[in-house]
C-alpha cells in the first residue's frame, strides 16, 4: 500500500515538475459539486448500498500548454451520509473524504467559451467517522463503528463548458479502490457522480 501512494505522490510530483521547465500559462479557481456517492463497504454479511446524495467543494489549478491542452489538479473535500441494511438492520453513517484528482485536459473554442473533457488519476483520504444501528436503543457513540478511514486511490474522468467569463459547469465520474481493505474489518470502494459550477480567476 505505501508502495503505491509513494508512487502516486512521485507521478503527480513528476507532472508539476514538468510545467516548471515548460512554456505554461496557470491560473486558479474554486468549484463546488452536488454529488451522488456510493460507498460499497466490504465484509458486512447480506448488506446493500446504493448512491446517495452529497456534496464537496475545493479549488483547482489549470495550468495550460498551448490553446488545446491543460493539466488541472484538484483538492476537494467531500460529505455524504448513507444508511447500509445489514440482515435487516440499517446502519447511519456520515463519511467524509479528501481527494486530489489530476486531469489531462483536451479543450476547444465553442463561442465565446471553451467545451473541455479530462481524464486521470486519483488518490484521496476517507475518514472513519461513529455509525448508528436504528434498532438499537441503548446505542453508546463508538460501538458499532465502521471502521472506514483507509486511503484510496483511482481514476475518473470530466468534461464541461467554461463561459468567456471564468464560470463553469461540469459533470464527472469518479472510482476509488481502497487500498488498506486486507488489513481492516471493513474496507470501502468508492463511486462518484458529480454535476457542479466553477469559476477560474
Known amino acids: 500500500m505505501k508502495k503505491m501512494i509513494i508512487t502516486a505522490i512521485f507521478a503527480i510530483g513528476s507532472m508539476f515538475a514538468v510545467t ?15 454529488n451522488l456517492s456510493n460507498v460499497e463497504v ?21 495550468i495550460e500548454f498551448g490553446e488545446y491542452f491543460a493539466l488541472q489538479p484538484e483538492l476537494l473535500f467531500s460529505y455524504t451520509e448513507r ?3 445489514t440482515a435487516g438492520e440499517k446502519t447511519r453513517f456520515k463519511y467524509a473524504s479528501v481527494e ?18 479530462g ?34 486511490m483511482g481514476g475518473g474522468v470530466l468534461v464541461g463548458y467554461e463561459f468567456h467569463n471564468g464560470i463553469s459547469i461540469n459533470a464527472g465520474y469518479k472510482l476509488g479502490y481502497d487500498l488498506s481493505s486486507k488489513n481492516k474489518v471493513s474496507g470501502a470502494d468508492t463511486q462518484t457522480i458529480s454535476l457542479g459550477v466553477g469559476y477560474r480567476f
Do not use: C
Not at 20 to 34: C, D, M, P, W, Y
Not at 42 to 62: E, I, R, T, V, Y
Not at 120 to 134: H, V
Open 20 to 34: 516548471v521547465n515548460a512554456q505554461t500559462s496557470t491560473s486558479f479557481g474554486v468549484k463546488l459539486n452536488g
Open 42 to 62: 466490504s465484509n458486512l454479511q447480506n448488506g446493500s448500498d446504493s448512491f446517495k446524495p452529497g456534496a464537496s467543494l475545493g479549488g483547482f489549478a489549470k
Open 83 to 85: 444508511k447500509i441494511t
Open 100 to 117: 486530489i484528482p489530476v486531469y489531462a485536459m483536451g479543450q476547444f473554442n465553442i463561442g465565446r467559451g471553451k467545451l473541455f473533457a
Open 119 to 152: 481524464i486521470g488519476p486519483n488518490i484521496g483520504y476517507g475518514f472513519s467517522i461513529d455509525s448508528k444501528t436504528e434498532k438499537l436503543l441503548d446505542w453508546e457513540e463508538g460501538v458499532n463503528k465502521l471502521e472506514l478511514s483507509h486511503w484510496y
